[in-house]
């Protein structure tokens, strides 16, 4: 777990985005794509740092000539939105820092990954992942295949969830689900945090059936991606 995220959650280094609503206060009756959706997806959808697509166009546009710099940016600026992000969703800026910390500390790799794939992070990148990895740290011969098969892991788990097409809505119930673990260490109050992950698994679950009806098998389908996220190698991150 980076050592910069626990202190950017500790010391309330990334404010809310939202200084003019709270996400607690959301009104219901919103509306996603023309479709009405429930209140929580509407706090975790405005919750969300950055509009979707936007860091991963940003970089595409700049095709072959993206180079080491940009991608390390484009991995933090990621990196951070993940507190970002959990600091603006219902029921995480209350839980005691500690069991944020907690949370993150377990989620945090998985997070990234559905971030990556939700900002459309184009899968050239992933030779320039490689590239920085190499750069940050000189490897032997044995570790550079096994780089490179984490990489390989890495983009394997963006294209499929770019296969199932996820929509901003259920990345943003997805990740609650991730963050909202019960099994982290040291939980003050798991039961709490367990019925938390179970409100997100709720939402997704209303969700998929009323804006997918032709698709019955769907949110079995997003929800199975999540333990295999835990696949990509935190240390890869």
């Not at 985005?17 to 959706?37: I, L, W």
Request: overall charge neutral; hydrophobic content about 45%.
């Amino acid at each position: 777990f980076p050592p910069s995220l626990s202190a950017a959650v500790q010391r309330g280094r990334i404010p809310p985005t939202h200084s003019s609503t709270s996400p607690t206060t959301m009104p219901s009756g919103e509306y996603f794509n023309g479709q009405p959706v429930s209140e929580l997806i509407s706090q975790l959808l405005r919750a969300e740092p950055y509009p979707a697509a936007r860091y991963g166009s940003q970089y595409a546009q700049q095709g072959s000539v993206m180079g080491i710099d940009n991608i390390c940016e484009l991995a933090a600026r990621l990196l951070f939105s993940t507190v970002e992000w959990a600091r603006n969703i219902p029921f995480f800026p209350e839980l005691p820092v500690s069991d944020q910390v907690a949370l993150l500390r377990l989620s945090w790799s998985e997070l990234f990954v559905l971030n990556a794939a939700q900002s459309a992070l184009p899968l050239h990148m992933a030779p320039l992942l490689a590239a920085a990895g190499f750069h940050a740290s000189p490897m032997s011969a044995d570790r550079v295949v096994s780089f490179m098969d984490q990489i390989r892991i890495f983009q394997d788990q963006v294209e499929k969830l770019n296969r199932l097409q996820v929509d901003s809505a259920e990345y943003s119930c997805l990740k609650a689900i991730a963050l909202f673990t019960p099994d982290a260490c040291g939980l003050s109050d798991a039961a709490h945090v367990e019925s938390l992950q179970e409100k997100a698994q709720v939402a997704l679950t209303e969700y998929v059936r009323s804006q997918y009806p032709s698709q019955p098998q769907r949110f079995g389908r997003l929800l199975l991606r999540l333990p295999a996220l835990r696949a990509v190698p935190a240390a890869l991150i």
